[in-house]
């Protein structure tokens, strides 16, 4: 079946960096896109960014546009998500979550087919 497993949240100080990994199994990896997606307490879920199967398009939401860089390594059937200066305002459950390529909005979590099971990450003010 298939599976995604975030790794990488951890606790930072504002301004910090962190890198997120996705790691899918049980799929052939370059035909689907995968979304990065946070939640944080009380707070609905939210798109962070997305890469198509091919790396070739990427999207993000306006808050992370500079700070974030999502990238993926097909041969490792991987994905990443570098963050770098980090707000305490980014500090959220991380999900990763996936999406056969070319079907539906690369935004909404409910047009994502496979998630994870979320990574923490913490940024200290």
């Known amino acids: 079946q298939v599976q995604l497993v975030e790794s990488g949240g951890d606790l930072v100080q504002a301004g910090g960096s962190l890198r997120l990994s996705c790691a899918a199994s049980?799929?052939?990896?370059?035909?689907?896109?995968v979304g990065w997606f946070r939640q944080a307490p009380g707070k609905e879920r939210e798109f962070v960014a997305s890469i198509r199967g091919s790396g070739g398009n990427t999207f993000y939401a306006d808050s992370v546009k500079g700070r974030f860089t999502i990238s993926r390594d097909n041969a490792k059937n991987t994905v990443y998500l570098q963050m770098n200066s980090l707000k305490p305002e980014d500090t959220a459950v991380y999900y990763c979550a996936a999406k056969f390529d070319s079907t539906g909005s690369y935004y909404h979590p409910p047009t994502y087919n496979y998630w994870g099971q979320g990574t923490q990450v913490t940024v200290s003010s």
């Open positions: 049980g799929l052939t990896f370059s035909n689907y896109a």
